[in-house]
């Protein structure tokens, strides 16, 4: 089962910053977070990830709060090529050679021209 | 930029019939997913290969399904006999994993299966 919650479906203004939410409760000291995105037909597309502080690239930021509780995927001017499922997944290490990323429903964001 | 490459991209067939999917992952990636979606259960991992060898399939049916790597270059994906339940989209993505380091994962597009 998924780990994190996500709002099902958010909307945001063409050119204006989006700030999508999740909350990862159960994590532990030792798991990422990862953030990836699936446009219409196509598959999913890594976007970002962190442990503890912050990140940036060139698609988004994200910031993780300090209790690693909940974090935010910023991206700072959306465009209608944003329109997608974001998917938030906590990677929970479980040993030498676990990784398994288990998608939840992530929120679907509508981009407004 | 690298691609992980399924194929075909959309199969149609009748339900008892064998189908074969197939994923060419990234040159140097040395673990494999697969990942079937549907809209009820939306994305879920069926099985998945570290340096060729299985390393769960605890998600896949066991009685139907079955997945191999015959190469570091070819996954494959088969059900036999196929259900109209099996219809979903089958996706592909390949990472490189290294003790806790794990690269971000590249999807395919997928293989969209229709089980009449």
């Known amino acids: 089962d998924a780990k994190t919650t996500q709002p099902n479906s958010m909307e945001s203004n063409e050119e204006e910053p989006v700030h999508l939410p999740c909350n990862h409760s159960?994590?532990?000291?030792?798991?990422?977070i990862h953030w990836y995105r699936q446009l219409p037909s196509q598959g999913p597309e890594y976007v970002i990830h962190g442990l503890t502080s912050n990140v940036n690239n060139r698609m988004a930021s994200l910031a993780i709060a300090e209790d690693r509780k909940s974090s935010t995927l910023i991206l700072h001017r959306a465009t209608l090529r944003d329109a997608a499922v974001y998917y938030c997944i906590q990677d929970t290490y479980s040993g030498a050679g676990s990784y398994q990323l288990t998608f939840g429903k992530g929120t679907k964001l509508s981009v407004i021209p | 930029d690298a691609r992980v490459t399924q194929t075909p991209r959309h199969k149609v067939t009748e339900m008892g019939q064998e189908v074969t999917m197939r994923c060419q992952p990234i040159?140097?990636?040395?673990?494999v997913f697969w990942y079937r979606q549907t809209m009820m259960q939306g994305l879920e991992l069926l099985a998945y290969?570290?340096?060729?060898?299985?390393?769960?399939d605890s998600g896949m049916p066991k009685d139907r399904f079955s997945a191999e790597m015959p190469d570091a270059t070819l996954a494959t994906l088969k059900i036999q006999p196929s259900e109209p339940r099996d219809s979903a989209v089958y996706f592909c993505?390949?990472?490189?994993?290294?003790?806790?380091?794990?690269?971000?994962?590249?999807f395919g597009n997928g293989t969209r299966l229709t089980v009449t």
């Open positions: 040159l140097g990636h040395n673990t």
């Open positions: 993505a390949s990472g490189l994993v290294s003790g806790r380091y794990n690269s971000p994962l590249h």
């Open positions: 159960t994590i532990s000291g030792t798991d990422y």
């Open positions: 290969f570290r340096n060729r060898a299985p390393l769960d």
